[in-house]
């Protein structure tokens, strides 16, 4: 299988690892046969564990890892104790080239430190963000940051839009995507300095995308820009609240249908739109964020992801490292003149 995509699986991270990982990996498996799995973490719980699951004895190689970094860890105690544990080795892989992507449902704080730290970042970007697909009316959007950087500057979010803008053109398949920042009103004296900023300098610069200005909360589900661009704090919000409903909807249409025998023969009419429907708003179907802006790909999963979870996160994996979406998001920062990179090259020039 020389040549084959390889995937390294951080197998120890995740809120059911490492079962959830392999049963994840099993069903990746059979989507995407040609690929291999590079599986880090505690050889004495995996070997057997990958025994007992047939399909994955040809295309799977456990590495020994020391340590887990868990969901408390500091990102600078990662930075200190988690070089060697099986997300930090999952990481290294992609840095001496091994691997082609990592992925691991563990830590967030610590995924992101840990990358930043050994994959460093493309040229013209100063912090790395974290994207991902969300359900709306119109299909899928892209979103980002979902929660790597608290604080964001004007051109943190001018970076996110161009990054972004790269991750749809690859992802959705949109050639000019329309791209959006998140913020309290669509008007242009709304919003807080730095969207204020980041949204005039999008306005005044010619770029691959449509910058469409404002989006309210509300947007999100209808899907009205195919990017929307926020600080990682406002967007982490944003995601759970948006789970957190999906979730709410689906227990309610659960209850109001055991309600009567009138409403469950109901149920038994509707149950098949209701699948599509849960389907639809199950965050497991739309799992898999990456952190753009590395030197590198890395893919985080949901902590508390299902085998399908871990499934969806490994096909977003696959096709990022496919589409060599690097490559597309440093020809992009190059169209966009006004970052930092190109200013200080023209100035060392003149």
């Given at each position: 299988m020389a040549g084959a995509l390889t995937i390294a699986l951080d197998a120890m991270g995740g809120d059911h690892a490492p079962g959830v990982i392999l049963d994840g990996t099993v069903l990746a498996r059979e989507q995407h046969p040609g690929v291999r799995y590079l599986l880090f973490g505690d050889e004495s719980v995996l070997r057997p564990a990958v025994d007992s699951r047939p399909s994955l004895k040809d295309c799977v190689t456990v590495?020994?890892?020391?340590?887990?970094?868990?969901?408390?860890?500091?990102?600078?105690?990662?930075?200190?104790?988690?070089?060697?544990?099986s997300m930090g080795l999952a990481i290294q892989a992609v840095a001496d080239g091994t691997a082609q992507v990592a992925v691991s449902a563990g830590n967030t704080g610590a995924l992101m430190a840990l990358a930043k730290f050994v994959l460093r970042t493309l040229p013209g970007i100063d912090r790395p963000a974290l994207v991902t697909l969300l359900p709306t009316r119109r299909g899928e959007?892209?979103?980002?940051?979902?929660?790597?950087?608290?604080?964001?500057?004007?051109?943190?979010?001018?970076?996110?839009?161009?990054?972004?803008?790269?991750?749809?053109?690859?992802?959705?398949?949109?050639?000019?995507?329309?791209?959006?920042?998140?913020?309290?009103?669509?008007?242009?004296?709304?919003?807080?300095?730095?969207?204020?900023q980041a949204a005039e300098r999008l306005r005044a610069t010619e770029l691959d995308f449509d910058f469409v200005g404002f989006a309210e909360g509300n947007d999100l589900g209808e899907g009205t820009a195919d990017v929307f661009v926020t600080d990682g704090f406002t967007g982490n919000v944003a995601l759970k609240t948006m789970e957190g409903t999906a979730l709410l909807i689906t227990h309610l249409f659960r209850r109001a249908f055991r309600n009567s025998v009138m409403s469950m023969l109901g149920y038994l009419l509707a149950r098949g739109g209701l699948r599509t429907l849960r389907a639809h708003l199950d965050p497991n179907t739309h799992n898999g964020g990456m952190f753009v802006g590395l030197n590198g790909l890395v893919v985080k999963s949901h902590g508390g992801a299902n085998a399908a979870g871990i499934a969806s996160a490994i096909s977003v994996a696959k096709d990022l490292a496919q589409g060599d979406l690097n490559a597309r998001i440093a020809e992009d920062m190059a169209l966009f003149g006004s970052r930092p990179a190109v200013e200080a090259a023209e100035a060392a020039g003149s």
């Open positions: 590495v020994p890892a020391e340590g887990v970094i868990d969901g408390s860890m500091k990102p600078s105690q990662a930075l200190r104790k988690g070089r060697t544990s959007s892209a979103m980002l940051d979902l929660g790597a950087n608290v604080e964001c500057s004007a051109e943190n979010l001018i970076e996110f839009a161009v990054m972004g803008a790269a991750y749809a053109r690859l992802v959705l398949g949109v050639s000019r995507p329309k791209v959006a920042l998140l913020n309290i009103g669509t008007e242009e004296l709304k919003g807080n300095d730095e969207v204020k």
